[in-house]
């Protein structure tokens, strides 16, 4: 089992910053990828940016391209999301997932269904 912890939430203003981090642990720790999601009230869950355990390939949907960094750190199996010019419409939770090691991994995975564990989400609110 592997657990995943968030951090570095809160509130800013718009066109602020905030690095967001998720530490992974547990026993056999054994990851391919790593994402992030937000889901904001009333809205499904969306997919922010992965990034691959191994070789580092990034993925970002087009509403953070440019805007959001995921990096990761395997020596701490934490991955980090840079959020930078936020807009009131970032405002959500956001979530941290990770992806075992099974089998083959074709690109970068996007979807919630990709995913195998997932924390418990850290608040992030943009204010205007």
């Known amino acids: 089992q592997v657990q995943l912890v968030e951090s570095g939430g809160g509130l800013v203003q718009a066109g602020g910053s905030l690095r967001l981090s998720c530490a992974a642990s547990?026993?056999?720790?054994?990851?391919?990828?790593m994402g992030w999601f937000r889901q904001a009230p009333g809205k499904e869950r969306e997919f922010v940016a992965a990034?691959?355990?191994?070789?580092?390939?990034?993925s970002y949907a087009d509403s953070v391209k440019g805007r959001f960094i995921i990096s990761r750190d395997n020596a701490k199996n934490t991955v980090y999301l840079e959020t930078t010019s936020m807009k009131t419409e970032d405002t959500a939770v956001y979530y941290c997932?990770?992806?075992?090691?099974?089998?083959?991994?074709?690109?970068?995975?996007?979807?919630?269904?990709?995913?195998?564990?997932w924390g418990q989400g850290t608040q992030v609110t943009v204010s205007s």
């Open positions: 990034i691959r355990w191994s070789g580092g390939s990034t």
């Open positions: 997932a990770a992806r075992k090691v099974t089998g083959l991994m074709i690109g970068v995975p996007r979807t919630t269904t990709s995913f195998d564990y």
């Open positions: 547990g026993r056999s720790l054994s990851i391919s990828a």
